[in-house]
């Protein structure tokens, strides 16, 4: 089986003693390339410079970066935000703006200022050309109206985390996004309605993410031979913390609920994740 984990915080500080061996990890358990979330500007920029050199001594490229404002960080935005993320779109190993979106669950900022900062990202792929990767809580009407002001312009967008209603995804779905499922899926009490939602996924728009160190997958099994260096051992989440190596499992907790075969489901998630982001 091999993935792509499409969105990973992999520059959280919960990664900051191993974060080789957790690229290592994934890829032993066939997880390459992974696609660091950037969530403000200076945690965009350590992703993009983080990949760049790690891909000094990697060849293909294994870590590829988005350059975006989350939208519990649009109070830090100011006038000089929306040049720095053009500048770092630039780069080779940036291949998506995000994560933007809007997030009312939390507040952490005030809700026109999400608005504000979610728009002008918005036109920054637009006039790029280039994939969003989004976020959004609790805010589904404002957040599908400007994606549906933009959607004309727009290269091609993910709804990254989706753990929405019925009749979000349709909307979802009709605007022309890209859904993308995390370990949410393998939690009963928060993720059943999930699984009996993604069935209405084309298969040609799902895609699939950890979005570690958050929603380790509650479903783990106590010893799982692709977790840990001690492979076999216990694994290590007293911490909680979720990783790439993860998304196999995630993966086939997902082709359960789609009645699908988990092998054929990674085949076509990476196909999906590749032609989406421009990877080559
Ligand atoms: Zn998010």
């Known amino acids: 089986m091999r993935l792509i984990d499409m969105g990973i915080n992999l520059m959280h500080p919960s990664f900051d003693r191993d974060r080789e061996a957790v690229i290592r990890r994934a890829e032993e358990a066939g997880v390459s390339p992974l696609i660091i979330t950037g969530t403000g500007v200076d945690s965009s920029r350590d ?86 990767f989004l976020h959004e809580r609790d805010a589904f009407e404002d957040f599908s109206g400007v994606l549906k002001n933009a ?9 990254h ?43 040609d728009r799902l895609m699939v993410e950890t979005d570690g160190p958050f929603l380790l997958p509650r479903n783990l099994p106590q010893t799982a031979p692709d977790a840990g260096e001690g492979g076999g051992k216990k694994r290590t989440p007293k911490s909680g913390r979720n990783e790439p190596a993860f998304l196999p499992h995630i993966v086939r907790t997902l082709a359960g609920a789609l009645g699908k075969d988990a092998e054929q489901l990674a085949s076509e998630t990476l196909a999906n994740t590749l032609r989406f982001f421009g990877i080559e």
């Open 47 to 132: 992703a993009s410079c983080y990949a760049e050199q790690y891909g000094k001594n990697h060849s293909p490229r294994k870590l590829y970066a988005t350059a975006g404002v989350h939208p519990h960080d649009a109070k830090a935005c100011g006038g000089d935000t929306i040049a720095m993320l053009r500048e770092l779109a630039g780069r080779a190993e940036v291949i998506a703006i995000g994560e933007c979106g809007l997030d009312y669950n939390r507040d952490f900022s005030p809700r026109p200022v999400q608005r504000q900062w979610f728009e002008k990202q918005v036109e920054l792929a637009a006039e790029l050309g280039m994939p969003l």
């Open 151 to 159: 959607s004309g312009r727009l290269k091609n967008f993910v709804v």
């Open 161 to 203: 985390c989706f753990t929405g209603t019925g009749s979000e995804l349709d909307r979802y779905l009709s605007l022309g996004a890209h859904i993308g499922i995390t370990g949410w899926i393998c939690d009963e009490r928060r993720g059943g309605h999930l699984g009996a939602l993604v069935p209405r996924i084309p298969p």
